[in-house]
């Protein structure tokens, strides 16, 4: 019996049998390894040994759950396929040692064996953007051609000439489904490896055959109009869809994730393109000048609001002839009525104490004269 699970993903396989019971486990053992003694449980598996998860009625089929199932990556940290061997223990103990389906020694029937599938990575985009130049049609109704090319012609594009690449490369409808049996780049122009669209394949040991569909939907196809790639007009639902697909030497099959990518030109043609480019740049030209022009005035009016305030200054503070002989009038007669006082009050003699007694006195006559 030959089981197929997928890396990075839940695990079920479903044994066939007889007398089959709830009790029974499986343990999940590397491929070149047998069910016996010296069979020793990987890690690959979340669940090992796994008891059974469901068993049927009549007791001729149990389903075991092996939960995630780990990746092998190799050195340059890519996922490669692993075959793995299922050993069944019938719920015996067969060792005498502890309790059921507890030793190796336990696990005495071989099961089958377990393939796992890498599935590609989906592209990395949810939209795909062709190139200016690729782009042609009308304002309004652009128009693009696909081209597909093995994914191994891209990894050593710069030892590849274009001729090289165009004898490799193939034309897609412009709607249906092509079907290809390897890892294959989408791209707009002949022969070109980027920008693209990686449609990966899967990948598994003991293989029997893998596809790798490629369907163009939502677009209009005028075959006519161009002799290779056809002749695709851009729609809003215009998207591409890959659907990678795998089968074992027992013709069991398994169908990876489906994805899908929006085309989405950004240009009708490289007329348009160059039109928009001139305006695009004529746009940040003018900004840059506006931005200039106006630092400049900037600073001229700060110059020029420098040089009213000093020329304000100076006025203010540069009296008149008038004003200047009354200033120095006023100035001298300040400066000897100041004189007058502090030499007044320096050169006046100070009086002694009976002196300041009698000046204290009231003067009666004075004060006669008040009160009549």
């Known amino acids: 019996e030959a089981y197929i699970c997928r890396a990075n993903d839940r695990c079920f396989i479903k044994i066939r049998g007889l007398g089959l019971s709830m009790r029974d486990q499986v343990k999940i053992i590397s491929g070149d390894q047998f069910c016996d003694w010296r069979g020793q449980g990987t890690s690959l598996v979340e669940l090992n040994p796994a008891p059974a998860a469901e068993v049927s009625d009549d007791l001729t089929e149990a389903e075991f759950f ?10 340059d940290e890519v996922v490669q396929p692993v075959t793995l061997r299922v050993c069944y223990c019938a719920s015996q103990n067969l060792d005498l040692q502890g309790a059921p389906c507890s030793d190796a020694a336990d696990f005495t029937h071989s099961s089958g064996i377990i393939n796992t599938v890498v599935c590609p990575t989906p592209p990395g985009m949810v939209n795909f953007n062709p190139p200016v130049q690729d782009v042609f049609g009308n304002a309004g109704d652009p128009h693009v051609r696909l081209f597909s090319i093995p994914d191994y012609t891209c990894e050593d594009e710069q030892s590849r000439t274009l001729d090289d690449l165009l004898l490799f490369s193939t034309a897609l409808a412009g709607r249906g489904t092509t079907v290809f049996n390897d890892s294959r780049v989408l791209s707009t122009r002949d022969g070109q490896c980027k920008p693209n669209v990686a449609a990966g394949a899967a990948v598994m040991n003991m293989m029997a055959s893998r596809e790798t569909e490629i369907t163009i939907l939502g677009a209009m196809w005028n075959s006519g109009s161009t002799p290779r790639g056809g002749d695709i007009r851009i729609r809003l639902a215009h998207h591409i869809r890959g659907t990678m697909s795998i089968t074992d030497i027992n013709g069991q099959s398994h169908l990876c994730p489906i994805w899908e990518v929006n085309v989405v030109p950004l240009a009708c043609d490289p007329a348009a393109a160059t039109v928009f480019g001139l305006l695009l740049h004529g746009v940040i030209f003018i900004a840059v000048g506006i931005f200039i022009v106006s630092n400049r005035l900037g600073t001229i009016a700060r110059f020029v609001k420098g040089l009213r305030q000093k ?8 009296p008149t002839p008038a004003t200047t002989k009354a200033g120095q009038g006023a100035t001298a007669n300040l400066s000897t009525a100041a004189s007058s006082k502090v030499g007044t009050a320096t050169l006046k003699p100070k009086p002694n104490a009976g002196q300041q007694q009698e000046d204290t006195k009231p003067d009666s006559r004075a004060l006669a004269s008040v009160l009549s």
């Open 66 to 75: 092996l939960g995630m199932v780990q990746p092998v990556t190799s050195r």
């Open 311 to 318: 020329a304000f200054g100076l006025e203010e503070s540069t």
